[in-house]
């Protein structure tokens, strides 16, 4: 089946400073891909669909200067949390869904990132 | 506005069979889908409804009615490890997925 990675599984920062975190498709090509975030007991919140080549659509209310989704290739996007502060302490989660996939209804789940900035 | 409802905490005994239901209110739909996630792990895919009637799969089951904006999972035969989170995400007119809050399932032994 199609897997999804993400790296780092854990991060821990200092506040005021930016972390990137990857997303990767390991064996399909993911036109598209989405980066959630959720916070302890709910549920997931998805801030940004991002599509390759071309610039990410951000969910109201998600700074778009602060997290920065860089989708460079049909594998791989990124997402940086720019100036990181404690608020943003959170589990991010990206999902994929596979090239040509048309009416196919599956997106795969990367395993997640945890990020804890002190 | 976009709302898709849960209840929030539910419990059952082993064996027993657990309905979570999930109403929702969209701009568009492209199907619903239930996933299970077990705390600080991924979402896992349990099921995907797009036409109305029940899908069955092994142990579990969802339903959709798209007239009422409705849909449930259920579970039979309930096991410890069932104990988890089920998410209920709609997937709308633009493609993207708004997942509901979320419904925590205590199965107890």
């Known amino acids: 089946g199609a897997v999804v990675s993400q790296h780092p599984s854990w991060v821990i920062c200092k506040s005021g400073t930016s972390v990137k975190i990857e997303c990767r498709s390991l064996?399909?090509?993911?036109?598209?891909m989405f980066w959630y975030r959720q916070f302890p007991k709910q549920s997931l919140m998805l801030m940004a669909t991002?599509?390759?080549?071309?610039?990410?659509?951000?969910e109201q209310g998600v700074e778009k200067d602060k997290f920065l989704i860089n989708h460079a290739s049909l594998t791989l996007s990124t997402l940086t949390v720019t100036s990181a502060h404690p608020e943003d302490s959170s589990f991010y989660i990206c999902?994929?869904?596979?090239?040509?996939?048309?009416?196919?209804?599956?997106?795969?789940f990367g395993p997640g990132t945890r990020l804890t900035v002190t | 506005g976009q709302n898709i409802d849960q209840p929030t905490e539910m419990t059952a005994t082993e064996g027993a069979i657990v309905q979570i239901n999930c109403t929702y209110q969209?701009?568009?739909?492209?199907?619903l889908f239930w996933y299970q996630q077990h705390a600080g792990e991924a979402p896992t895919f349990l099921s995907y409804?797009?036409?109305?009637g029940l899908e069955e799969k092994g142990r579990f089951s969802s339903f959709l009615s798209r007239s009422k904006g409705y849909s449930y999972l259920l579970l039979k035969e309930l096991q410890m490890k069932d104990s988890a989170s089920y998410l209920c995400?709609?997937?709308?007119?633009?493609?993207?997925?708004?997942f509901g809050t979320g419904t925590r399932l205590k199965v107890l032994a």
């Open positions: 999902s994929a869904r596979e090239e040509g996939s048309g009416s196919s209804y599956e997106q795969y």
């Open positions: 969209t701009s568009g739909f492209n199907g």
């Open positions: 409804n797009v036409l109305d």
């Open positions: 995400a709609v997937r709308g007119g633009t493609y993207k997925y708004i």
């Open positions: 064996d399909f090509q993911a036109t598209t």
């Open positions: 991002s599509n390759e080549g071309s610039k990410a659509t951000y």
